[in-house]
């Protein structure tokens, strides 16, 4: 995988930005032996969410309200991690950030740098993955 192809599918906007010639990179790329992408997720930053490891992603709409989603509410509970609720969806395009949410195929619920856990008070919020 080239690392460009497997980042679409978390960034469907991404896909029509024009970004010009990638030829030098690639070249660059070539003459520096680089390793694949999905290496780099695998051995360096295995924290790192590959696509080949996602059941689900995009935003988690709430069944009897289909105009709420799931959303962190971007704050940080008192060292608690990140609260998480619901809050009107945001257009889709936009959900990257506080709604996108995914389900790796080992289950695990969690956005690009967090995982939902269970605090010590039982609540559930997202804490960073691997603390």
Request: glycine share 8%; net charge neutral.
């Amino acid at each position: 995988s080239s690392g460009i192809n497997a980042e679409w599918p978390l960034r469907p906007g991404a896909r029509d930005k024009d970004v010009g010639s990638v030829a030098a990179r690639t070249k660059l790329r070539t003459s520096l032996q680089c390793k694949p992408y999905e290496w780099y997720v695998d051995t360096i930053a295995p924290n790192l969410v590959s696509e080949r490891h996602l059941a689900h992603y995009g935003q988690m709409r709430n069944v009897h309200h289909h105009n709420y989603c799931i959303d962190n509410l971007g704050n940080e509970n008192k060292g608690q991690g990140l609260s998480i609720g619901t809050y009107p969806c945001h257009p889709a395009d936009g959900a990257i950030d506080n709604q996108f949410v995914m389900v790796t195929t080992t289950g695990i619920f969690r956005t690009i740098d967090r995982c939902l856990t269970l605090n010590r008070s039982n609540t559930v919020a997202m804490n960073h993955c691997f603390d």
